[in-house]
């Protein structure tokens, strides 16, 4: 069997008709799924094509049509990679139509009537596409893929198609006309957070891959993507305000809308909150006439609004694998939170409430450290609270205790010991989540370590026997005659 196809037009040719074509010169073949699935994904627009393709899997599968018709047309995608990866299909490119004279017909059947009226060609059919392109996207500073971006790419001959970037942070097209590619990648209503901005083509010098290489094994342990996720790849424009500017007048010299510009900036479109965001985030006072929106001045500090431009990069060579160099913009500074005793120690994984200049309030805990990153919802003031006080008093005891023990300082144990019950409870569980360095089996055998001498464990016996952290019948029993107690 064999398929004829032009762009996105798709038909079965029948066995008289491969007499007409030269399989070897038009046969397009394909050893990885992969492959064919790229080479097949841009004909999915083509409801034609997506006809041919179910009636193709119906004849080679045991697929009802009426279950081919509920599948979705990736699957059917899916499934013709399959078919012709293991060469199930052979696949067949067509002629140009321009050559048969304007026989083109849209059904498989006109199309054989008209071939067969015809001569044969004199010249001979194209040679197969077998040209590829392959684009990396990379953050600049991490040298890490950056993910989620679409690009659309335009190829030699003339046809375009949209492909996201994967995981990977590649894309990579076979089976192409070998020539230039153009790629580029456009915009409507976005969020800077939630874009790339164009940095360079090319790779970064051998030193500085290097260190990158280092840092970015560093990152991989974390099991952190957020910092190389990206919807959009633009030209941004940090722009600094001038005397008499609006967010209108900037958004309609960049042929956007007042929103638009907003919205890419401050992630919201709600006026009342646009004004919060330039005020805080541009440092405007200034207001126009009517007080509903912000008139920028040149002394506005920082005075900066970023614009976003239809991001594109022309002639690209084919069989070539190109590297676009992206970064993040970070317009809001993150807040760093740090809980630590007044001794230094730290306390690790507290609660915490942050809450901002425009009232809203982000929850969390802090790390094994101490400590915890926030994204602010909105420059301006903040307030932090830590709201589970018993937690935190538990921790920093368990953080003291550990000190101490691991200090060898027995006097200070002691001390700590003489805390109500209810607290010892607590701390002793947070010293076994936390803290268990010194024998690893808890906080009573490393108290009954560092004891030395009879005189010295009966104290702490009866200190940990009161707290209900040792049963009584532990407790060491001593003859009255010994006059080392008496």
């Given at each position: 069997m064999w398929i004829f196809l032009h762009d996105s037009d798709w038909f079965e040719i029948t066995s008289p008709m491969r007499d007409f074509f030269t399989p070897k010169a038009e046969h397009v073949g394909f050893f990885r799924v992969s492959d064919a699935k790229v080479y097949l994904f841009r004909f999915m627009r083509s409801i034609d094509a997506m006809g041919v393709f179910r009636k193709i899997i119906q004849a080679q599968t045991n697929h009802s049509a009426s279950n081919l018709e509920n599948l979705r047309d990736d699957h059917v995608i899916d499934i013709m990679a399959e078919i012709l990866a293991r060469g199930g299909l052979k696949l067949g490119q067509a002629i140009h139509p321009a050559r048969y004279r304007g026989i083109w017909h849209t059904t498989p059947r006109s199309i054989e009537d008209a071939l067969f009226e015809q001569p044969a060609l004199k010249e001979s059919p194209p040679a197969p596409a077998n040209g590829w392109i392959k684009i990396?996207?990379?953050?600049?500073?991490?040298?890490?893929?950056?993910?989620?971006?679409?690009?659309?790419?335009?190829?030699?001959?003339?046809?375009?198609?949209?492909?996201?970037?994967?995981?990977?942070?590649?894309?990579?097209?076979?089976?192409?006309?070998?020539?230039?590619?153009?790629?580029?990648?456009?915009?409507?209503?976005?969020?800077?957070?939630?874009?790339?901005?164009?940095?360079?083509?090319?790779?970064?010098?051998?030193?500085?891959?290097?260190?990158?290489?280092?840092?970015?094994?560093?990152?991989?342990?974390?099991?952190?993507?957020?910092?190389?996720?990206?919807?959009?790849?633009?030209?941004?424009?940090?722009?600094?305000?001038?005397?008499?500017?609006?967010?209108?007048?900037?958004?309609?010299?960049?042929?956007?809308?007042?929103?638009?510009?907003?919205?890419?900036?401050?992630?919201?479109?709600?006026?009342?909150?646009?004004?919060?965001?330039?005020?805080?985030?541009?440092?405007?006072?200034?207001?126009?006439?009517?007080?509903?929106?912000?008139v920028f001045q040149s002394s506005d500090d920082p005075g900066i609004v970023y614009i976003p431009k239809r991001w594109s990069l022309a002639n690209l060579d084919t069989d070539s694998i190109h590297t676009i160099r992206v970064k993040k913009v970070r317009t809001r500074k993150d807040i760093t939170l740090e809980l630590k005793t007044s001794e230094g120690l730290e306390i690790p994984e507290a609660e915490y409430s942050v809450v901002f200049a425009d009232g809203s309030e982000k929850n969390g805990l802090l790390d094994k450290k101490g400590f915890a990153t926030v994204s602010p919802s909105i420059p301006g003031p903040f307030s932090v609270t830590y709201p589970n006080h018993d937690d935190i008093r538990a921790k920093s005891m368990a953080a003291a205790m550990s000190k101490e023990l691991q200090e060898k300082n027995l006097e200070k144990v002691i001390g700590l010991l003489t805390q109500p019950k209810d607290s010892l409870k607590d701390m002793s569980t947070m010293y076994t989540k936390y803290f268990n360095t010194l024998s690893g089996n808890g906080l009573v055998e490393d108290i009954d370590n560092l004891a030395s001498g009879k005189d010295q464990q009966i104290i702490v016996d009866h200190l940990l026997v009161r707290a209900e952290l040792k049963a009584p019948e532990q407790l060491m029993v001593v003859p009255w005659e010994n006059p080392e107690l008496l």
């Open positions: 990396r996207i990379v953050d600049d500073e991490t040298n890490r893929p950056a993910m989620g971006i679409g690009l659309d790419i335009k190829f030699p001959d003339g046809y375009e198609s949209h492909y996201p970037v994967g995981v990977t942070g590649n894309i990579e097209v076979r089976a192409i006309a070998s020539g230039r590619c153009d790629i580029s990648c456009n915009f409507s209503d976005v969020y800077i957070e939630d874009c790339f901005k164009f940095v360079k083509v090319g790779e970064n010098s051998a030193e500085q891959k290097g260190v990158q290489r280092q840092d970015q094994r560093a990152a991989d342990t974390q099991d952190d993507y957020k910092a190389q996720k990206g919807s959009h790849l633009l030209d941004i424009e940090e722009h600094k305000v001038k005397d008499g500017e609006t967010l209108e007048s900037l958004a309609k010299q960049n042929d956007l809308t007042w929103q638009q510009l907003a919205y890419f900036n401050y992630g919201t479109k709600d006026l009342a909150k646009v004004n919060l965001f330039v005020a805080n985030m541009v440092g405007s006072s200034k207001m126009t006439e009517d007080g509903k929106t912000y």
